[in-house]
């Protein structure tokens, strides 16, 4: 694949458990890489990501004013931006019944418009450069909910369905739009929630970065608005 050398790569939800391990492939392929988030990254990450790359905390990136002002601050530094990839997001699981219609708000507004917003404040510089990609985070579960799961799959459909319409509406420029859609990752967090469960069916995150890393790549400038499973082996 080609080097990332002199791209600039945002990564939202950066200093997440997927984000960073997005963020890590990137880097090592050459890319600057920003990262955005609300809380502050770990000590550890930050040490890790310095020099030309860029980290924003205290970044709502469901408000665009937020967004606008976080994208604003990273061009200033880098002057331009090839690709981004929303990472941001969130799960809850919970029925109907003994739920909260605000989870469904909630949600939505992790899942599904953190990535609408992002790509929103984006697009004028790709847009002005002719050239980039965006790669949105869905999830393979969104195919068909479960018991508990309406509000998840819900937004991370709506994921796949703002991947298909911004691919179309971008189809005369070289800007690529495409999802990738991860099984269960091999989380802290899941490994905390599921202690019982088998994980070497879990699909890992530097494994998905790859997969990111190629669409993000100039060899993937002929796959736009696909929706991309990656389950690992699970
Ligand atoms: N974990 C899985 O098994 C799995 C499976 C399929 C798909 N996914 C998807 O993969 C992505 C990453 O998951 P993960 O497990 O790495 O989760 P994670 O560690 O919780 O990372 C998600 C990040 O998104 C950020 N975020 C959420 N809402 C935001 C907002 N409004 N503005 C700015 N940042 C926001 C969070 O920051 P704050 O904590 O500061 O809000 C967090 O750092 C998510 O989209 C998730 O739905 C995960």
Redesign the pocket.
Known sequence: MSSMQGRVVIV??G?????SAVARKCSAAGATVAM????PPSATLAAEFTGPHVLLSG????RLDDASKAIATVTARTARIDALIN?????RSETLEHGDVATWDLMF???LK?AVVASKAVLPYLLASGRGRIVN?G???AARAGAGMGAYTASKAGVERLTESLAAELGAHDITVNSIL????D?P??RADMPDADVKRWVQPDAIADVVLFLVSDEARAVNGASVRVFGRG
Not at 15 to 19: D, Q
Not at 182 to 185: A, C, M, R, S
């Open positions: 939202t939800g200093f997440g458990a997927l984000g955005l988030g609300r809380a970044v709502d990136l469901a990472v941001a997001g969130g799960f507004h992790m899942n953190t985070v999830a393979g579960a991860p099984g269960v990752i989380t967090q899941n």
